[in-house]
């Protein structure tokens, strides 16, 4: 994979892929710091920081931000995760040094007013309020802190309402002064722009910011117990969520794995849970499985909602489904159409320059390196039947598996 890398004496990493056949450019800053690297007291930091990032900076205020680039047909926007915290554009090439500038701006020279920290401290409690009225995203969450019970990772990104009612001023500052490491942050563009074009706007203002290193060290996780609860909400379905610790970033059976899930529960609605679930029996709209590296563990875990009359049903059949994948080894045929399926599903989301864009910036916070996509297609054309079928037996044992229900009050 061809792209260009710079590095910064503040070890700020800046790096380019030029696409000659778009008029877009997206770009954005990666940053190695997301809501598992907060204190108890500090749940929910991470994101409302990623909120802020747009109300105001030392030149401008939350009206100019935004409308600097959406004014021009621009888009700038911001999302946090449990290990990252980005903040990205898409505009047309020749708003590039504006782009590039804002994102520069709002994320080194953030001001934290004290007034829209209360503005934005109710959309916030909006904000969290709506998932809870969602059980599809509430049950993810809920199962975190079940599967990752007392660690940081078990915790919502959002926070509760008790920490997020208490952010001050200063405990932004503190808190991006205790995490921020400029090596561990990442700008990256994709689109059409040459690299020296791309430097000539942002080295000179990445060249500004001090080497900075951070003392905090994540904490691992580890000392997983499988557990089962069941609860009570005003709700009409049943949802349920099956899963447990998988493999992380750096273990080399990781795109097994992927290629597993995929056959089990991926995207596609030829996915086995789909086929039995919905197509077979019309227990669910939808079921999904996903797998989550992390930088230290993993995770996996199938997600459903059905009546709860056919709640067990449907349960018994993702457990049927599941047993299969770790008794019945794949047949020659089965194996190269999941391969090939998994392998145009990369690369049809290749396409997605806007998340390509961001990909590159978290594999360098990562991995030092960007996979190309033709490695990881051999990884996935070299991974044989017998292979598949040991990970199914270590991943998917469903004695080491959590168990999460919500049923109708």
């Not at 709209?285 to 056919?310: I, M, P």
Request: hydrophobic letters at 35%; one cysteine or more.
């Amino acid at each position: 994979m061809q792209y260009n890398l710079k590095i910064l004496p503040n070890g700020i990493r800046i790096v380019h892929q030029e696409i000659t056949h778009t008029r877009i450019v997206h770009c954005g800053f990666i940053l190695n710091i997301g809501s598992r690297d907060e204190s108890k007291e500090d749940e929910g930091i991470a994101h409302f920081w990623e909120h802020m990032a747009f109300k105001g900076t030392k030149k401008r205020k939350a009206y100019h931000i935004i409308n600097r680039l959406e004014s021009l047909g621009g888009e700038l926007n911001a999302y946090t995760t449990k290990e990252k915290i980005c903040f990205y554009s898409s505009t047309l090439k020749e708003h590039y040094p504006k782009a590039a500038e804002l994102l520069f701006d709002i994320t080194f020279n953030s001001t934290f007013p004290k007034k829209q920290i209360e503005k934005e401290r109710q959309v916030i409690l909006e904000e969290m309020a709506m998932y809870r009225d969602s059980p599809d995203d509430s049950i993810q969450d809920d199962f975190d802190a079940l599967v990752f019970e007392g660690h940081a990772l078990g915790r919502n990104i959002l926070g509760t309402e008790e920490t997020v009612g208490q952010f001050t001023q200063e405990d932004f500052f503190e808190f991006i002064s205790s995490r921020l490491d400029t090596t561990q942050i990442v700008f990256s563009v994709i689109g059409n722009i040459s690299f020296t074009k791309v430097l000539q706007k942002i080295e000179g203002l990445l060249s500004e910011i001090p080497l900075k290193r951070s003392l905090y060290v994540r904490s691992g996780f580890s000392n997983y117990e499988s557990k089962t609860k069941m609860v009570m909400k005003e709700i009409t379905q049943a949802h349920c969520a099956i899963g447990k610790p998988a493999y992380s970033l750096y273990d080399p059976r990781r795109f097994q794995l992927y290629l597993l899930n995929n056959i089990l529960g991926g995207p596609s609605m030829n996915s086995r849970l789909n086929m039995a679930l919905r197509e077979k029996h019309g227990y669910v709209y939808s079921v999904e499985s996903h797998y989550q590296a992390y930088s230290d563990t993993g995770f996996v875990g199938v997600f459903f909602g059905t009546e709860q009359k056919t709640a067990n049903r449907a349960r018994k059949l993702v457990l049927k489904e599941i047993e299969k994948l770790r008794t019945q080894k794949l047949g020659s045929l089965q194996l190269h159409m999941a391969k090939e399926q998994a392998i145009g599903q990369m690369a049809m989301a290749e396409e997605n320059y806007a998340a390509l864009m961001l990909v590159f910036g978290k594999n360098l916070l990562d991995k030092g390196k960007i996979d190309s996509l033709d490695s990881i297609f051999d990884i996935i054309r070299n991974t044989s039947a017998e292979a598949l079928l040991d990970i199914a037996n270590e991943v998917f044992d469903p004695n080491q598996m959590s168990y999460l229900t919500y049923l109708p009050a």
